[in-house]
């Protein structure tokens, strides 16, 4: 849980922590703004002088995230060098620890419907988190031959959607589908199946 209340001129951001409260316990669309006012310990009418409503809060809470996703990809990625494959296996692996450690940013990202493209601010920061794993996509391909080797932006798009669908599936606690491996495994795994495919990790590995 979140410090409540806010110290004058933080008022925007201890709406912000507010309503990453609320995604996290109601979902993106299971409170109002009138609640993150109250939760932020200010009046409703406080709340429109900031945001225009509760999209542009969750918006808000999005951005964030993407910049928190964005250093801790560039850190996994940073970590794992000067080994291509172990900065690429790196990013992979931070996605889920991001899921797990910011669920509200999270859920504000990738499941309250809001687009990336909403305002430029988020744009760039959403690009700049995806071009960490796209980087190291693109440098693991050099031991590709040029023949075999798959698009950048599609190498790490794979990886992409691999890890969030172990997110989604094994690591929320959604109902009915609990796996008998960890998510960690599982990632770790699929992330290695699908490399030893193009070549990049020997057979027997």
């Known amino acids: 849980m979140r410090k409540r209340g806010y110290h004058h001129g933080n008022l925007r951001q201890a709406l912000v922590e507010a309503a990453l409260d609320l995604i996290e316990a109601k979902g993106p669309t299971g409170f109002t703004l009138s609640e993150a006012a109250k939760q932020a310990g200010v009046t409703p009418a406080a709340v429109y002088r900031h945001f225009e ?3 542009d809060l969750i918006a808000e809470a999005a951005r964030q995230g993407y910049e928190i ?12 060098q000067p080994s291509a494959l172990a900065a690429f296996e790196a990013t992979g692996r931070a ?9 509200g ?3 504000a990202m990738f499941e309250s419907g809001i687009s990336v493209n909403r305002t430029p601010e988020l744009a760039a920061v959403s690009s700049k988190a995806r071009g960490v794993l796209e980087r190291a996509a693109a440098e693991l391909s050099q031991h590709i031959p ?3 080797r798959p698009p950048a932006a599609m ?6 959607a691999l ?11 959604s109902p009915g589908t609990q796996s008998p491996f960890p998510p960690e495994d599982l990632l770790e795994s699929g992330i290695g199946i699908y490399l030893r495919g193009l070549g990049l990790i020997d057979p027997d590995m």
């Open 155 to 160: 190498f790490s798009a794979h990886i992409w």
């Open 105 to 107: 940013h999270y859920i």
């Open 95 to 103: 996605y889920l620890a991001f899921a797990r450690k910011y669920p």
């Open 53 to 55: 409503g509760r999209e």
């Open 69 to 80: 996703f964005a250093d801790v990809m560039q850190y996994a990625y940073d970590k794992g």
């Open 163 to 173: 890890s969030h669908g172990v997110v989604e599936l094994f690591a929320r606690n």
């Open 146 to 148: 040029p023949e075999k």
